[in-house]
């Protein structure tokens, strides 16, 4: 027996490869399926299954176009309907592969279709959980994303969660390995561990959705307590992974379209398509084509290209190295941006070579940052971090425009003299000055290396604050 976790960083997602005497379950696999069926192919396997742990909101899956290549089965658990052909597990049902078997254990909370799926090794004995989105290492999955079937409320969902973890889940043995859906800085839970694979046991004595002596009604009120709207692109991935989509193919064949800066210019302005530069921040700050946005490939690409550009269906420009214009074109179809109809040949470099006008963001390193506020200690500063990163510490007296919300503040932006804005790292701030540009907003200053550099700083004016109910 085989078990392989197949773990994506920008979507915190992980995937599975179970293999068993010559035959192979794929569970939660992403839209690119090539590597799966290569994996087969090389230990001379067939890919029989294909589980689905739920309908998944954050990514779309690669079950349709993976059952097409090899004609597998794709499994999903009761109350799940498809356009597509699907078998439609009871709860308990077994299915085996090779020596060992895989048994539906129906989990509804996150999802009323979620499904948990228990492996027996080839001595019957239970060995692991593949458990989707209704049990991560440290928390469970968020029960506020299937609200619109029927009369469900919110605490109804926390409800059916809470009754699965009990029943399902925790009888079974310690020694158990839990083997989720998603890790840290997955928008489908709260507050993930950053490791992928623990035991049951574990997770028992420091999972707090875990306690054996919490009752429903506390379970309830911890589990909706300080949840986020979920990103925007959700509900559009959940209909992708209902009614099936595209193959992948002909998304990279229709994306990989070569434009010469006059042909790039002219599909712009015909198309009204959203001119993504995917580069590195650092080389957009110094130059870029006019009104584009800025989402870069080396940060959390995908979930903020879904979070920031609304419509799937925006028609989309790239702006990227040759070399990574296939690892953009995939990593957007992963979220259901499908349409990106080319890009830019030869980048950045031709469009100036053109003698085409480029625009740039002002960008100032955290000494001279320091330098301005001594001197003018009211000077404007826009935190665009995550609010839970703002009350932890944050600069006094900056204000907090969560870049996820930079849209709803642009009538709060000072609108004489330079602004100061800085997010973590230095990614997110020149997300946030990109769109604000696109707006027609250009009196933001850019803090380089953002508040993971400026708090090594001694900002005599400006302290940074920690609310003493987080201290």
């Known amino acids: 027996m085989k078990i392989e976790q197949i773990y994506t960083g920008c979507l915190a997602q992980g995937a599975y490869y179970i293999e068993s005497n010559g035959e192979v379950a794929i569970i939660d696999p992403l839209r690119e399926v090539q590597s799966y069926i290569d994996r087969a192919t090389k230990a001379n396997a067939k890919i029989k299954y294909i589980f689905e742990t739920h309908f998944h909101a954050d990514f779309v899956s690669g079950h349709v176009t993976l059952a097409e290549k090899t004609g597998a089965d794709i499994i999903y658990g009761p109350n799940a309907s498809t356009s597509f052909k699907s078998t439609i597990a009871t709860d308990g049902q077994i299915f085996k592969l090779g020596n060992i078997t895989i048994t539906a254990l129906h989990t509804p909370g996150h999802t009323m279709e979620s499904t948990t799926y228990l492996l027996k090794d080839e001595n019957g004995v239970d060995h692991a959980i593949f458990s989707g989105d209704t049990l991560f290492l440290g928390d469970v999955g968020r029960p506020d994303l299937a609200q619109k079937m029927g009369s469900l409320t919110l605490e109804d969902l926390a409800g059916f969660l809470f009754d699965s973890l009990r029943t399902k889940i925790m009888p079974l043995a310690d020694d158990v390995i839990v083997y989720p859906a998603h890790g840290a800085g997955s928008a489908c839970g709260k507050n993930m561990m950053k490791e992928t694979v623990d035991t049951l046991g574990n997770q028992k004595s420091m999972n707090y959705a875990l306690r054996a002596d919490m009752t429903k009604e506390e379970f309830i009120k911890e589990v909706t307590d300080g949840l986020l709207p979920p990103p925007a692109y959700f509900p559009l991935n959940v209909k992708l992974n209902k009614e099936g989509y595209q193959s992948i193919d002909k998304v990279l064949a229709k994306g990989q379209h070569a434009l010469s800066p006059r042909e790039f210019e002219a599909a712009a302005n015909e198309t009204g398509a959203v001119v993504l530069d995917v580069r590195h921040e650092t080389e957009f700050v110094k130059a870029h084509v006019p009104r584009s946005i800025f989402i870069g490939l080396d940060g959390d690409f995908a979930p903020w290209v879904g979070g920031l550009i609304k419509d799937i269906n925006q028609e989309i420009l790239l702006v990227v190295s040759k070399d990574r214009l296939k690892e953009a074109i995939t990593r957007l179809a992963r979220v259901g941006f499908d349409n990106v109809i080319g890009y830019l040949d030869g980048n950045i470099d031709a469009w100036i070579a053109k003698g085409k006008n480029t625009d740039s963001i002002k960008s100032i390193s955290v000494s001279k940052f320091k330098s301005i506020i001594d001197k003018n200690p009211e000077s404007n500063i826009i935190d665009v971090r995550k609010k839970s990163e703002y009350l932890s510490e944050h ?77």
Not at 423 to 430: D, E, F, L, T, W
Not at 442 to 461: L, Q
Request: glycine share 6%; aromatic share 8%; charged share 20%.
């Open 395 to 471: 600069v006094k007296l900056a204000e907090n425009f969560p870049l996820s919300e930079i849209n709803n503040h642009l009538a709060q932006l000072p609108q004489d003299g330079d602004f100061f804005i800085h997010c973590a790292g230095g990614y997110r701030s020149v997300i946030a000055s990109s769109i604000l540009k696109s707006r027609g907003i250009h009196n933001m200053v850019d803090v380089a290396r953002g508040f993971d550099s400026i708090k090594k700083v001694d900002i005599k004016t400006s302290d940074f604050v920690c609310p003493t109910s987080l201290k």
